[in-house]
């Protein structure tokens, strides 16, 4: 057996999945005039690979009790949650329309209101202590599901993550994983300009976690790390990404933390992306 079919990717297109929900997520801001979009366009292939491929879940019953639990912690990035439902069809793709208007299930930071969202996290520093709870329950409860989170860098200046990477460490949260999406940026500058977070890595490890560093945008690479049996300690992997990854004149260019594209400038992006 090769490792492509090893792994379960060897009929995936992954190149056209994550190009797609890009696309859409250019959509979503243009329509709704909505920020954050190069937040959103460096997590689409983490999330991508979490639903085609890790996640246990039914998308015809998004509450069915032993699901696996994914919380998007870093709660900006809600357009391309919300791209990915749809492409699940946990949500009808029409609802994307709604996306951001008034009285929507489609906020632009996510509700559990909404279908296959667990919580909502639009402050940062929240996502991993609803996840740790969560996990505990699922043990207490002595279910199997398991629960993930995805972080931002800069929600790594938050107290509260810390309090709770100590918590899921003294109680041995095996079923947690934690993902930082490691764009390298936030809203006000680099992420290390404003708070040394260097060694990031170094960090988790300190405080109790089995971490691995991965490129965020190797959809074979996080799929094989992601599907290993994990110890006995919670897991994080720190994703090194491209904020406005996939679009050259938005990678690593921090104005499209706020910038809204034009039908031009969208264009352009599909034809970077192969879907004109």
Known sequence: MDEATQ????????????????????????????????????CIDILAVLYESILAFDPGNPNWPDRDRFILSKGHAAAAL??????????????????????SLLEEHPSPSLPGVEAATGS??????????????????????????????????????????????RHKLSNLCAIVDFNKWQATGRSQEVLALDPLADKWRAFGWAVEEVDGHDHRQLESKLLA???????MFIAHTVKGKGISFM??????????????????????????
């Not at 793709?93 to 996306?99: D, F, G, I, M, R």
């Open 124 to 169: 940062l520093g929240h996502g991993l202590p609803i996840a740790n709870g969560i996990a505990l329950a699922s043990r207490i409860q002595k279910k199997s599901f398991r629960v993930f989170a995805l972080l931002s860098d800069g929600e790594c200046n938050e107290g509260s993550v810390w309090e709770a990477a100590m918590f899921a460490a």
């Open 7 to 42: 792994f379960g990717f060897a009929n995936v297109n992954w190149n056209l999945i994550s190009a797609e929900l890009r696309v859409q997520v250019l959509e979503l801001s243009h329509q709704a005039k909505a920020a954050h979009l190069a937040s959103a366009l460096s």
């Open 82 to 103: 919300y791209a990915v439902l749809a492409r699940q069809g946990v949500l009808d793709s029409s609802q994307l329309a709604t996306y951001g208007k008034a009285n």
């Open 229 to 235: 049996k994990p110890g006995q300690l919670p897991r």
């Open 251 to 276: 990678e690593d260019d921090n104005n499209w933390h706020y910038r809204v594209p034009t039908r031009e400038e969208i264009n352009i992006a599909r034809v970077e992306l192969g879907l004109a």
